[in-house]
């Protein structure tokens, strides 16, 4: 397959949609460590785009320090990493309470509990977000740039409430992870740091293509006429003649899948979407999907085609269902096995479901009482903070 150039500008490989390990292969065959460190901030620099593979439990971040061995604490990728299992540090101690403010944001600040359609139809008239949008629409990924960008904008210049564009980004990304996702959402709102992020049209221009810049716009001025307007009650609007693009229809349940019955086995494996790994196992491979959780936390169609169609590949048969419904089918059965998830709903049924659950694979430690920064997360981990900075 040919590299297209989306509307957007960026250049973007088709075959990453696939989920499948020669898509993985190759992603990793990309990897150059010392261009990522220098380049990782601009949107067409050398990231890896491991994210949906990552999410999805294709290769977990022990596998990938194994797989990239000349990988140190000191490289900014490994430091990236770090922070992925940070957000899941907190979210094991912390649980579903990562999805509300983790500290109180900026005082006397009142937030809509809506996204304005022209936000999510990618037709405000500020490029760097119409574009954001419509690559998120198109493909599924954004550069973290990207993701900070849009962020910033809807909360603080729009004052909607983070946790309604975490839920509506979440939605989008073929990545979608509730505690990068909800928790980054809350670091640049400021409930879970001590300030808000904030960018203008100077940042843009140093980290985006040409065609992404928006000098003499309203993003056109300081980080201190922004934080002002962070901190009030001011919204920017726009009036916009720009078409928009249609948002893409959010899915709480798999298209229908066959009804399943479940042959006899004496070892089964549950394969969730977040342990999408191709391993060998001697038994009866079940696919799983909880649909309580889908209908709290909606997918794209792109999103539930990537996680099935691998579902489908590595399995024998797929159960879509309430998983309580399994206990009665799978009592019998001696050894039933799986991954722990934090995901809701699954992560209360699976340890009732399995005989064996194996913890989720982590390389850092994951410090029996919450780290409330990164810093003191990664301090702990081993690494120094002097790659702080993470978001310029
Ligand atoms: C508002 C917002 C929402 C986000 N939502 C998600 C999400 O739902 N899922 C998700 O995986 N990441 C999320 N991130 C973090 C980060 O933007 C993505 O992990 C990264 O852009 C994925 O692209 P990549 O694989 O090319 O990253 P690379 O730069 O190549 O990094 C390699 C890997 O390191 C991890 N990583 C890198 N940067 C971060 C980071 N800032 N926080 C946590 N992990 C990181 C990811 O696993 C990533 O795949 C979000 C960030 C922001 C600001």
């Known amino acids: 397959m040919h590299a297209a150039t ?65 990988l140190n604490l000191a490289d900014k990728l490994a430091f990236e990493f770090g922070w992925r299992e940070f957000f899941h540090h907190v979210w094991s101690r912390e649980g579903d309470s990562i999805l509300s403010d983790m500290r109180p944001g900026l005082p006397g600040v009142r937030y809509a509990d809506q996204l304005p359609d022209d936000i999510r139809e990618g037709r405000t008239g500020l490029v760097p977000i119409d574009r954001a949008v419509h690559q998120l629409y198109a493909t599924g990924y954004l550069h973290n740039h990207a993701r900070m960008w849009l962020a910033s904008y809807v909360v603080h210049l729009r004052k909607v409430h983070w946790r309604v564009g975490a839920d509506w980004m ?16 809350q670091w640049v709102a400021a409930t879970f740091s001590s300030k808000p992020y904030l960018f203008n049209a100077e940042n843009v221009a140093r980290y985006a293509p040409a065609d992404w810049h928006c000098a003499g716009s309203v993003l056109d001025t300081s980080y201190e006429q922004l934080d002002q307007i962070a901190r009030s009650d001011q919204t920017i609007t726009f009036s916009s003649s720009l078409l928009g693009m249609a948002e893409p229809e959010l899915l709480s349940k798999p298209p229908a899948l066959p009804a399943v019955k479940i042959a006899r086995a004496d070892r089964v494996r549950l ?122």
């Open 6 to 70: 989306l509307q957007c500008g960026m250049p973007f490989n088709p075959d990453y949609l696939e989920s499948t390990d020669t898509a993985l292969d190759a992603r990793l065959s990309a990897i150059d460590i010392a261009a990522y460190s220098k380049t990782r901030n601009h949107l067409n620099g050398r990231v890896t785009q491991l994210s949906p593979y990552i999410t999805h439990g294709f290769i977990s971040i022990p596998e990938l320090f194994d797989r990239l061995p000349e």
């Open 170 to 185: 979440y939605a989008h990304l073929l990545d979608g992870d509730l505690a990068s996702n909800h928790l980054s959402w």
């Open 271 to 392: 394969v969730h979407p977040w342990m999408l790994i191709d391993e060998s196992f001697e038994g009866l491979r079940i696919g799983v999907i909880h649909p309580p959780f889908h209908a709290r936390f909606r997918w794209s169609a792109r999103r539930w085609r990537f996680v099935l169609q691998r579902m489908t590949a590595i399995t024998d048969t797929l159960f879509v269902g309430d998983l309580d419904q399994l206990k009665d089918m799978l009592s019998e059965i001696p050894h039933v096995e799986s991954i722990a998830t934090l995901n809701p709903g699954y992560q209360a049924l699976l340890p009732i479901l399995c005989t064996q659950l194996a913890d989720t694979p982590r390389h850092f430690a994951n410090p029996a009482k919450t780290c409330r920064s990164f810093s003191a997360f990664w301090s702990q981990c081993g690494g120094n903070d002097q790659q702080r900075g993470w978001h310029q």
